[in-house]
């Protein structure tokens, strides 16, 4: 089967922020740090260690930054996005648009979001 085939039969991220909330908790899953959801999971363009590669190479050439990726995973621990109308995420929330335009572009690229 082509990679081109698997993931045509995958299912799509609607936008990087269920993509970076799936590849947490999936990593989590792997590291045996979260208790596994009840039913079929839903079949993913790309695998964890795809994502985790793609957040590395971004990082590595200098379009995500160590405050975004930090803001990423301080929020995406909470399971949420940080909120621009509450001042104090306020700066947070600007990271972390920037960062998902960033993932965005970069998951559209390779055919992991609708």
Not at 14 to 28: K, P
Request: glycine letters at 6%; hydrophobic letters at 40%; charged letters at 25%.
């Amino acid at each position: 089967m082509t990679q081109t085939l698997a993931i045509s039969m995958a299912e799509k991220f609607q936008n990087a922020e269920q993509m970076w909330f799936w590849f947490l908790y999936s990593r989590g899953m792997r590291n045996n740090n979260f208790m596994r959801m009840r039913g079929n999971p839903t079949r993913r363009p790309c695998e964890v260690l795809d994502v985790e590669t793609l957040i590395t190479k971004l990082y590595l050439c200098g379009k995500l930054t160590d405050e975004q990726l930090g803001v990423l995973k301080k929020f995406g621990d909470k399971r949420r996005a940080p909120n621009q109308h509450i001042w104090a995420e306020n700066r947070a929330a600007n990271q972390w648009t920037t960062a998902m335009s960033v993932l965005t572009d970069a998951a559209k690229q390779r055919g992991w979001i609708e």
